[in-house]
């Protein structure tokens, strides 16, 4: 057994994480830009904490709170702009996976005068990114852990990933209790997208040894509340909790192994039919899991040891993915699809069986 992990991230977790750890901002510089989007940080009560402990720590801050769902090339470029104007050392990212993951571009824009907004993809420039810290206030991408940012193209709409070591924050902290006002649609779809973060990456071959750990923790962490919900059960203080360590644990496991194919396939519901993030990837949690138990048996066994029978997992997680106002035709699904028709992503390689085109395609056709 060989596996490779680096996560230089420092993660401070708990309640009061910010404020009882202020001197962490102190060590990124004397002023700082914080990354949010309209409201989420505000009513989380984690841009009053980052607030009170840069003040505490005598550091100026200036706020860019433009951030969306999905986030726009080019809203990261502007903000990377701002940055340079107001002669920030460094960015403060507060929010769920749109503004931690716009922060990470943000960081090599702000650094980088000469980048145009596509050139990101690139992946090539002069200096490394303004040092990043992250505050966490969904239970759902586990992007304060990954060196991932999916951003989305302006002029066509789709979503594309950067990846690599200048994309970790230098510091993430993560305190459950900003997830606590999250409303309960938006909870169940980052759980959702916790959850398939959990189970893309067991079954990948990537995931042994300590990766497995990690997903061995996540996977029942998050079964047990995605359940509940299923059932209409109050989300408690506790289940707000493990969702929120869960979907870290899920972070630390894609960070190294990936996600599988429904994340790419779900692009396609979130880009053309404004389907959230995680409640579109587990639209295809069906087809993968039938996947998983015929190319991985003994992985299918252990997951099941995990959470339940294949096909009740499969029945809750779709009691809670509704998409009846949804269809796409045999057609539409072929035209998707021809975004991979030049090349199969990882995500589909890394899957139980590979994916194709072809299946891929059958996979999208949705209530037709």
Same mark, same amino acid.
């Given at each position: ?10 993660? !401070?977790?708990? $309640?009061?994480?910010? &404020? ?23 009513? %989380? ?17 200036? !706020? ?5 769902? =999905?986030?726009?090339?080019? &809203?990261?470029?502007?903000?990377? /702009?701002?940055?340079?104007?107001? =002669? ?25 005068? %000469? ?29 304060? /852990? ?54 893309? @990456? ?34 408690? &203080? ?27 396939? @779900? ?41 339940? %029978?294949?096909? =009740?997992?499969?029945? /809750? ?7 009846? =106002? ?40 949705? $209530? $037709?």
């Amino acid at each position: 057994m060989t596996y490779n992990v680096y996560m230089p991230t420092r993660v !401070i977790s708990g $309640n009061n994480a910010v &404020t009882e750890n202020s001197s962490e901002f102190k060590a990124l510089g004397t002023k700082a830009l914080i990354i949010t989007s309209k409201s989420g940080a505000e009513k %989380s009560g984690a841009l009053a904490d980052v607030k009170a402990a840069l003040e505490k720590e005598n550091i100026a801050y200036d !706020i860019f709170n433009e951030i969306g769902e =999905n986030p726009l090339i080019s &809203t990261c470029h502007k903000a990377g /702009v701002k940055a340079r104007e107001c =002669n920030a050392d460094f960015l403060i990212g507060i929010g769920g996976g749109s503004p931690q993951d716009a922060s990470k571009a943000i960081a090599i824009y702000a650094a980088n005068k %000469s980048l145009a907004p596509l050139d990101i993809y690139k992946r090539e420039y002069d200096n490394a990114p303004l040092p990043l810290a992250l505050v966490g206030t969904t239970a759902g991408t586990g992007s304060e /852990v990954t060196s991932v940012a999916v951003l989305t193209n302006d002029e066509t709409g789709i979503k594309k990933s950067i990846k690599g070591a200048d994309c970790y924050a230098k510091v993430s902290f993560c305190d459950p209790k900003y997830t606590y006002s999250l409303p309960i649609k938006s909870t169940v779809s980052t759980a959702l997208d916790a959850f398939a973060h959990a189970y893309e @990456g067991f079954f990948t071959t990537k995931c042994e040894g300590v990766e497995r750990l990690f997903a061995e923790k996540a996977i029942p962490m998050l079964y047990k509340c995605i359940k509940a919900m299923s059932e209409g059960k109050e989300i408690t &203080t506790e289940m707000r909790e493990d969702l929120y360590y869960g979907s870290i644990y899920a972070g630390l496991t894609i960070n190294t192994c990936g996600t599988a194919f429904p994340h790419p396939l @779900g692009y396609v519901l979130t880009e053309n039919y404004g389907v959230p993030h995680g409640t579109a990837c587990a639209a295809f949690a069906g087809y993968f899991l039938d996947r998983c138990a015929h190319f991985s048996p003994e992985k299918a066994k252990a997951f099941e040891e995990m959470t339940d %029978s294949i096909e =009740n997992v499969k029945a /809750v997680i779709a009691s809670l993915v509704d998409l009846s =106002n949804i269809s796409i035709s045999p057609e539409e699904a072929k035209a998707y699809a021809e975004r991979w028709s030049k090349a199969i992503p990882g995500n589909f390689t890394a899957s139980p069986g590979s994916l194709t085109k072809e299946e891929a395609e059958k996979m999208l056709v949705i $209530n $037709n």
